[in-house]
C-alpha cells in the first residue's frame, strides 16, 4: 500500500512540474501559481510520507541508540545511552493504539516510530519519558540495551542491580 501511496506522491509532483513548464493557459497567473504550489506540496508530503515510514533501522551501541526511517535515514533519533535507564519489549504494538503509522507522540506513552504492527522496544528515559519503535528482534535488542546501561552502571560504581 505504502508504494502505491509513493506513486500518487510522484504523480502529483509530475503534475505540478508540468503545470510549471507549461505555463499560463486561459486562467491566468494566480490559479496556475496555486495549482503548482499546491500539487508540489501535497506530492512532496505524500512521497516524503511514505517513503521516509517503509522501515525502520535501530542501531544500538555503547553510545547511544540510533533510530533511522526509510531509505534515507529521515527522520532519525539519537537516544544517549547516558539517557537510557531501561528496556523492555512491547509484544503487540499497535498503529492504532498510536494514532496511525509513522513518528508519533502521545502525551500519556511518549514518543514513537510505528512501522507496523507487532513487537517493539520501550526505551525508559532518566527523565520518566518513554520511547517505542517498532523492529524485528525486539527481545535482542531489549538484551543489548540492558546490558549497556548494565556496564554502564558498574563501570560508574552506580551499584549492583540489573536494569
Known sequence: MQWLLAG????????GILLAVNGPGTSGLVPLVMSVVGCLAVGLLV??????????????DRDAVQVRCGHIGVPR????????SGAQVAPHISPRAWGGWGYRWRPEKGTAVVVRRGP?????????????VTVDDAEGAVQAIRD???LRTRASGGGRGGV
Open 8 to 15: 500518487a506522491g510522484a504523480a502529483c509532483l509530475a503534475l
Open 47 to 60: 512521497l516524503f510520507g511514505t517513503v521516509a515510514f517503509t522501515h525502520v533501522h535501530v542501531c544500538i
Open 77 to 84: 533519533r539519537r537516544i544517549p545511552m547516558e539517557d537510557v
Open 120 to 132: 517493539g522496544v520501550v526505551i525508559d528515559l532518566g527523565t520518566g519519558h518513554r520511547f517505542t
Open 148 to 150: 549497556l546501561v548494565r
